[in-house]
C-alpha cells in the first residue's frame, strides 16, 4: 500500500503555481530522489509533504499506517540550527515531540530510542557534547538520528548533504541506504546530484514545474530525460 500518493497535485507559491498536475506514489520501503533544478518546485513539494503548505488543487493520500506528523524530517541546514545550544542527546531526543504528545515529560521509551537511534549512527560517545560544536558531517547524523525518532515509516531529507566535503557525502549516502535496507523505511530524499540519485535510489522523481519523468531508476536512466540530465544525450 502506497505510504504517500499525491493525485492531480498543484501547490503555488506567493500566488504563483510552482508545480503542477503532480502524479506519483510511495510506497512502503522505496527510496525516491526527487530531482531537478533550481527552481523546480522541489522544496515547494517537500513542504506540501509535511503539511506545511496547502495544496491549491488535488490531494495528497496518506496510508499504509503512516500519518503526515509520524515522518521523520531532515532539513536543509541554516545558520541558525549550527549555532544550536543544546547537547547531542538533547537534541536527537527532541525528534519524540510529536509522539509525546500532551504529556509534559519524555518517557522512558523516548529515551531509550534516542540512544538507540545515537547508537544506530554511531554517535553516541557525542550525546553530552554541545551540538554547535560538532563537525558538519557530526551534526547531519545528529539531526539524522533525531528524524529517526520521529518516525517507524518514512524519512524525507531535504538536500542532507549540502556543504559536505566529499568522504563525508559518501559515509553519508551510505548511511541513508544502509537504513532503507536493514529497516525498511521509506526514504525520500531531495537532490541536487542526479547520478548519485540514480545510483542509490530505486525511483526517480524529475520535477521542472511538472512531472518529467517518475519511475524506477533504470528506467529513468534510459529515458530521453534521465540520458540528457545524466549527460548521456538523447535517445534518436
Known amino acids: 500500500m502506497a505510504l504517500i500518493k499525491c493525485e492531480d497535485v498543484s501547490i503555488g507559491y506567493e500566488g504563483q503555481t510552482v508545480v503542477r498536475d503532480l502524479n506519483f506514489q510511495i510506497d512502503s520501503g522505496d527510496y525516491l530522489c526527487i530531482v531537478g533544478e533550481n527552481g523546480s518546485g522541489k522544496s515547494?513539494?517537500?513542504?506540501?509533504?509535511?503539511?506545511?503548505?496547502?495544496?491549491?488543487?488535488?490531494?495528497?493520500?496518506?496510508?499504509?499506517?503512516?500519518?503526515?506528523?509520524?515522518?521523520?524530517?531532515?532539513?536543509?541546514?541554516?545558520?541558525?540550527?549550527?549555532?544550536?545550544?543544546a547537547s547531542v542527546?538533547?537534541?536527537?531526543?527532541?525528534?519524540?515531540?510529536?509522539?509525546?504528545?500532551?504529556?509534559?515529560?519524555?518517557?522512558?521509551?523516548?529515551?531509550?530510542?534516542?540512544?538507540?537511534k545515537m547508537e544506530m549512527l554511531g554517535i553516541r560517545d557525542l550525546s553530552r557534547q554541545c551540538f554547535r560544536d560538532l563537525s558538519g558531517g557530526q551534526r547531519q547524523r545528529v539531526l539524522l538520528a533525531r528524524a529517526l525518532c520521529a518516525t517507524?515509516?518514512?524519512?524525507?531529507?531535504?538536500?542532507?548533504?549540502?556543504?559536505?566535503?566529499?568522504?563525508?557525502?559518501?559515509?553519508?549516502?551510505?548511511?541513508?541506504?544502509?537504513i532503507n535496507r536493514d529497516s525498511g523505511i521509506a526514504v525520500v530524499m531531495v537532490s541536487h546530484d542526479i547520478e548519485s540519485a540514480v545510483k542509490d535510489a530505486t525511483h526517480i522523481l524529475h520535477l521542472q514545474e511538472?512531472?518529467?519523468?517518475?519511475?524506477?531508476?533504470?528506467?529513468?536512466?534510459?529515458?530521453?530525460?534521465?540520458?540528457?540530465?545524466?549527460?548521456?544525450?538523447?535517445?534518436?
Open 210 to 236: 511538472k512531472v518529467l519523468f517518475f519511475g524506477t531508476a533504470e528506467d529513468y536512466q534510459r529515458s530521453r530525460v534521465g540520458r540528457t540530465f545524466l549527460g548521456g544525450g538523447q535517445d534518436d
Open 89 to 116: 542527546y538533547e537534541v536527537v531526543l527532541s525528534g519524540r515531540l510529536n509522539s509525546r504528545g500532551l504529556k509534559p515529560f519524555y518517557s522512558r521509551e523516548d529515551k531509550q530510542q534516542a540512544y538507540e
Open 44 to 85: 515547494t513539494l517537500v513542504k506540501s509533504l509535511l503539511g506545511l503548505k496547502a495544496v491549491e488543487s488535488g490531494r495528497i493520500l496518506f496510508g499504509g499506517g503512516l500519518r503526515q506528523q509520524e515522518i521523520g524530517y531532515l532539513p536543509q541546514q541554516t545558520d541558525i540550527q549550527k549555532d544550536f545550544p
Open 152 to 178: 517507524k515509516k518514512l524519512l524525507l531529507l531535504d538536500e542532507p548533504v549540502t556543504g559536505l566535503d566529499p568522504i563525508v557525502t559518501t559515509e553519508f549516502y551510505e548511511l541513508i541506504r544502509q
